[in-house]
């Protein structure tokens, strides 16, 4: 399991969400709305939440993004990669399976 966040979707963080060195932005299952890997349940966002038993970190300019463990059945199977969508200007959630 690994995080991958691009350039232009950490900009969007720190622009829009305005994310700063010492952060950290959660990465979290929720019931609703849309996903291609899980029926019924999409991806969510929250900012400086404790880490306390991280599944992944990962780290970029100070800025700790990471997956608790209690969410390793949303993810199992996935590599994460945030990424920045030009048409809708805000972050997309794209899953790359495992090898």
């Given amino acids: 399991m690994d995080i991958k966040v691009s350039e232009k979707a950490l900009q969007w963080f720190k622009d829009e969400v305005e994310v700063k060195e010492g952060n950290t932005v959660k990465f979290q299952a929720k019931y609703g709305g849309y996903s291609p890997i899980h029926e019924g349940f ?55 399976e495992e090898k």
């Fill in 42 to 96: 999409s991806l969510a966002f929250a900012l400086n939440e404790p880490i306390e038993e991280p599944l992944v970190t990962t780290e970029i300019d100070n800025i700790t993004f990471f997956i608790e463990d209690t969410d390793a059945w949303y993810f199992k199977g996935y590599q994460l990669h945030v990424e920045f969508d030009d048409d809708l200007q805000e972050v997309k959630y794209e899953y790359e």
